[in-house]
């Protein structure tokens, strides 16, 4: 109950593509849900996050959907550029409890 | 700047040795965790701290130990015990929870062992 999983594994889109991330939970306590971007060689930073009462919430290019109901959410990067090239890490928080991530996804965006 | 710092940031070692990484944050924050990242299993949780002088186990924490004298500093010391000690480290920090707010990464350790 306590995972997140994450979908897919790897992902490469043309640029100016909508790539979409999709990750899904069963814990109905989870109350938090961010997305974390990585580089190579980096650590992960906070890219977005969204809590269950809003469906959806966009920043700049990026929007994250959430479905309660379904126990889903989902990140879609408008109009992707090859400095969007990274890893990208869902995770949720149940409580007062740490975050829990999910597998990762590689993002490649091709010129 | 505020920040964590991680040390050092590539490490080799010796099977049967202990290695000790470092992690310091200027942040003011009270939470602070490690996680450990192998290719394509995510990031998991080793050990956490929300106060000084008090840590808790993660999903991971079998061969592992830490210690919080210090609210900036959160050592995650890698033991003989650990059978698979290859993976990059990660610490971070937080505010209180991090379902409260952001969780700040540091750059990472990469520890190989020979």
């Known amino acids: 109950q306590q995972q997140v999983k994450q979908s897919p594994q790897s992902l490469i889109v043309q640029k100016g593509g909508i790539p979409i991330i999709n990750c899904a939970y069963e814990?109905?306590?989870?109350?938090?849900f961010p997305w974390y971007q990585q580089f190579p060689g980096k650590g992960p930073a906070l890219l977005i996050a969204?809590?269950?009462?809003?469906s959806e919430k966009k920043e700049g290019r990026f929007t994250i959907s959430f479905n309660k109901s379904a126990k889903q959410f989902s990140l879609h990067i408008m109009d992707s550029q090859p400095g969007d090239s990274a890893t990208y890490f869902c995770?949720?928080?149940?409580?007062?409890?740490?975050?829990?991530f999910g597998k990762g996804t590689r993002l490649s965006v091709i010129a | 700047d505020g920040g964590i710092t991680q040390s050092p940031k590539y490490l080799f070692r010796k099977e049967g040795q202990n290695v000790t990484l470092s992690c310091e944050q200027n942040l003011n924050h009270d939470a602070m965790y490690w996680y450990r990242q192998d290719p394509g299993q995510g990031l998991r949780l080793i050990y956490y701290s929300q106060i000084v002088n008090d840590f808790q186990k993660g999903d991971i924490a079998e061969g592992y130990s830490v210690s919080r004298e210090k609210k900036e500093s959160f050592p995650l010391t890698v033991t003989s015990a650990q059978k698979n000690p290859t993976a990059f480290y990660l610490c971070?920090?937080?505010?209180?929870?991090?379902?409260?707010?952001?969780?700040?990464f540091g750059e990472g350790s990469r520890l190989t062992v020979l």
């Open positions: 995770a949720a928080a149940p409580g007062n409890t740490p975050l829990v």
């Open positions: 814990n109905t306590a989870f109350d938090y």
């Open positions: 971070a920090s937080s505010i209180l929870w991090t379902n409260t707010g952001e969780l700040f």
């Open positions: 969204i809590r269950p009462d809003v």
